[in-house]
């Protein structure tokens, strides 16, 4: 029986890279069983509060736009996108979630093309698309997120828009718990330690911290402009629970933050 241990420690880009894949090429079909149905098949849905870009309008106009769509795991997003008129290309690194993604392409018939890419060195040209975006993919799970930043940044044309989700800062004081223990802080916001968990003492799980400040820092670094910091509210009626996401913790303080940036024309 493996023997499972969490702690804060490092993980340089090798280790993170290495251990996000492993992570979800083996937990792609529990994944998708669990959060399948609420990510849709053809939906951009930008955090566990519910919000969709169809409400939100985050990315502009899509219709006759090139996108890309970093850490698409099944590409729900990206075939709402296409569905609306869009070019869009859907990377990810792990094959786990790329095989779902292919399945139902076909089962859709929203035939969106894949790439297995890194998002710390996206195999794509300069200036080559309009949007780049993604929804809690790729950025909370690479050690040099400064790095994904740029090549965002890179591959956009200039005037284009790099928007991207995750876990709002300020849950990294708290306990990863959804109930009452959820809600006392207990740990350091600035203490930027990796979270990692360890599989028989090799690291299996990797997640990174950044202020709200070093997020700003990163995207200014990349020559990007923030545009808006969103921090969707938890909805009224919405009771489902997604991990550390929850009611209880949600009508209280946020769990998700995007960056809407642009880059300068």
């Given amino acids: 029986m493996s023997e499972i241990h969490a702690a804060r420690g490092a993980a340089n880009s090798a280790v993170s890279r290495a251990a996000s894949r492993s992570w979800w090429d083996s937990d792609a079909d529990d994944y998708q069983a669990e959060h399948g149905e609420f990510l849709g098949d053809t939906e951009l849905r930008w955090c566990p509060e519910g919000l969709t870009e169809s409400e939100a309008g985050l990315l502009g106009p899509v219709a006759g736009r090139r996108i890309l769509e970093i850490g698409c795991g099944a590409a729900s997003s990206a075939r709402w996108l296409l569905s609306r008129g869009a070019e869009v290309i859907a990377s990810d690194l792990s094959a786990g979630m790329l095989r779902h993604a292919r399945t139902i392409n076909v089962r859709t018939g929203l035939d969106v093309p894949l790439a297995f890419a890194d998002a710390e060195a996206l195999p794509f040209a300069s200036g080559a698309f ?89 995207i200014n670094a990349a020559g990007l402009v923030l545009r808006d910091l969103v921090e969707p509210e938890w909805p009224e009626g919405h009771t489902q629970e997604w991990g550390q996401w929850s009611p209880a913790r949600g009508k209280i303080f946020p769990g998700t933050a995007i960056y809407v940036t642009e880059k300068p024309a």
């Fill in 130 to 218: 309009d949007i780049v975006f993604t929804a809690f993919g790729a950025v909370p799970f690479v050690a040099d997120s400064g790095l994904v930043m740029r090549e965002a940044a890179r591959v956009l044309r200039p005037g284009g828009r790099w928007v991207f989700s995750v876990t709002h800062p300020m849950r990294w004081i708290f306990p990863d718990d959804p109930g009452e223990a959820g809600l006392i802080a207990i740990n350091s916001y600035f203490d930027r330690r990796p979270y990692v968990e360890y599989t028989d003492g090799k690291p299996s799980y990797v997640e990174h911290h950044r202020t709200l400040g070093d997020r700003v820092r990163e």
